[in-house]
């Protein structure tokens, strides 16, 4: 066997074991890899009906609230997981994001809650007091 | 004539400044005349004219404003001859009117409008003053004949704003997005009626003023709290309505929020806000004539 045959074949025996090597990290980052999760499923955005529906959601929970079943309109509330919270928020006019923590939503749509309260609250000039 | 007064008693909602633009689309309207009063107290139209010197619409204002003021030719000396015991002698023509452009005319603010505020007058008869002088400028042969009417008012219910109050064809409001303006309109629309009777209640009408757009890629046509706001500010004008029987309307114009809104006066109107202001006055047309 003359040098240039001794080189090609201490080539090959190098690629083997770079083959092998490579087979082998291949299957430890497939071992170490995570379950693959399913895609996070991204929430369809409002359609006009879903705004219409959840507007009206909306409004009769705040007669509820308004009627003095503050607990119960909370319950009912805090039952809707916070996707659903959200979309209840969005459609009604009120600056949510998508990762919007629960609690938030809820303390928004309270602060709603409260202001048309304060907005309906008579407080108009007494009769008889005109110029 | 058609007579609109802008009011709220929430200063810095943008009267003025709609008022004039009105008062200035109205006039770019072919064989229309506009003619606006200033009637607050604190000028702040008629300084927004004055101070324009180096624009040439009103370069001439200042001198023509001492001269209104040395004849007694201003809104002050009329209200101050109509109160007189004697009979209304104000004689109208282009010292009490000062021409901007062809067809849009203006009755400037005196600082003497304070006085007015005070117990010197006799309020009962101040009432039928705007009346009285309206109806001196419609039989005047040295001015036009005024198609439309405007006024600037004062953010509260003063002597003045009470008399056109009155008398005028409709009551413009312009509210901002904000819970205040929506709360203001609400106490507003409660004290109107109450304040003029026995005289009608004229038409109501109220816009939007400052709205923003939606951040973002949304598709929404106003931000949220702008949209809240409207729906709070319809909610209030289908209550009056209902409830007072009072002939209302929520614009569906808005005017957008704009960085130098307010040098509109003296600097022109941009071609946006331009447009944005003629939409909302074919709808001012339109209610007029329902």
Known sequence: MNELDELRASILSLHEKMDRVLVRLDALQT???????????????????DITALQAQFARLYERWIDGNELETQDALEQLDADQLRRLADANNLNVTSKMPKQKVLHLIGARF?????????????????P | ?????????????????????????????????????????????????????????FKNFSDWYERSIARKKTIF????????????NFGINHDFIYRISERYHFVPSVEDLYWTELEFFDREKVKHFVQRLLEKVQNSKNVPNYDYVLFDCPPSFSLLSYSVL????????????????????????????????????????????????????????????????????AEVLAHVAKDKGLKVKLFDTAILDRVGMKRA??????????????????????????
């Open chain 1, 31 to 49: 071992r170490n890899a995570s379950p693959s999760r399913p895609p996070k499923q991204k929430p369809s955005p409002l359609t006009q009906d």
């Open chain 1, 114 to 130: 409260r202001e048309k309260k304060q907005l309906h609250k008579p407080s108009g000039p007494r009769e008889n007091h005109g």
């Open chain 2, 1 to 57: 004539m058609k007579t609109i007064a802008t009011i709220n008693f929430k200063g810095g909602v943008g009267k003025t400044t709609a008022t004039w633009a009105l008062g200035y689309v109205a006039a770019q309207q072919q064989q229309i005349e506009s003619l606006v009063f200033d009637l607050d107290a604190q000028m702040s139209l008629t300084q927004a004219i004055a101070l324009n010197e180096d624009g040439s619409p």
């Open chain 2, 77 to 88: 000396d009329a209200l101050d001859e109509f109160t007189k015991p004697s009979t209304f």
């Open chain 2, 166 to 233: 009155s008398c005028c064809n409709l009551v413009l409001i312009p509210i901002n997005p904000d819970f205040f303006a929506a709360k203001g309109l609400s106490l507003l629309l409660s004290s109107l009626r109450m304040r003029i009777e026995p005289f009608p209640v004229p038409r109501i009408g109220v816009f939007m003023n400052r709205a923003k757009k939606p951040g973002g890629s949304s598709l929404k046509r106003y931000s949220n709290e702008t949209q809240r706001y409207l729906d709070d500010a």
């Open chain 2, 265 to 290: 006066i003296q600097e022109g109107l941009p071609g946006d806000f331009r447009s944005q202001f003629q939409a909302l006055w074919r709808e001012i047309q339109v209610f007029l004539q329902e």
